[in-house]
């Protein structure tokens, strides 16, 4: 699949009652990259991942997913894309009453038909990749809240899936805790070759995880772009994103 699209919008329209969301929406993105969403809170950026995960429907266009067109695939075909995802939310919802091994076996016990020790073999991989594998037999109340994104990473990497969705997620972690997670993203992806798409307000940091950076404004993508040319892109959408994230440049260099 390496260079074809694995998810592909087109001409995408969202509305909640009178108020537009997504309108005409394209946006294509190529197998093994990562696509990087800004834009400002409440563009609907997290509508838009919700769409390709089949969580939502548009109101018109298409949403193709793994080739498969989600309005009018069977079921079947649908939970057989979906079972390629990882998904990583803002809240990571580790489950409190299972240890940090049993919440990162759980894909792996719901989903495939391993054996108990090759589930131990993919769960202790994932924890060890993320470098949590100590503490997997501790209750999520017991680590630290950057053990904890760590642990839903492996969480979501458990089943080695070919496409990882990621809301914002590094939300209520410092900056040095956000790094290291993002550092873990860079080296799990060059291990495992999936597609990820982010969503992130951690600009501009997370260029550096971006193959390409779209902006959703004003109910429309712009770009994709490189990283390099969106920084420098005279589309009045993106400039105007790229100057009002100035700020922050300056804050997380001196917090660095
Ligand atoms: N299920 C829903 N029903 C009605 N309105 C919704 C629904 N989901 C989202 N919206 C509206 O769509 C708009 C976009 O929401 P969305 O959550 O996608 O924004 P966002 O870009 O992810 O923002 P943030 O950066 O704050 O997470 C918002 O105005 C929101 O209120
Ligand atoms: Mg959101």
Known sequence: MAGEYVIELERVDKSFGDQVVLEGVNLSIKSGTTLVI???????KSVLLKHMLGLMRPDRGVVRVLGCDLATCSRKELNEVRRQFGVLFQNVALFDSMTVFDNVALPLRERTGLSESAIRTQVMDKLKLMGV????????????????????????????????????????????????IYRLFYRAQAELGYTAVIVSHDVPKIFKLADEVALLADRQIQGPLSPEEFQVSTNRHISSFVESTMGSIYTSELEE
Do not use: C, W, Y
């Open 38 to 44: 800004v834009g400002a809170s409440g563009q609907g």
């Open 133 to 180: 594998d100590s503490a997997a037999q501790k209750f999520p109340a017991q680590i630290s809240g950057g053990m904890q994104k760590r642990v839903g990473l492996a969480r979501a990497l458990v089943i080695d899936p070919q496409i990882v969705f990621f809301d914002e997620p590094t939300t209520g972690l410092d900056v040095h805790k956000s790094n290291e």
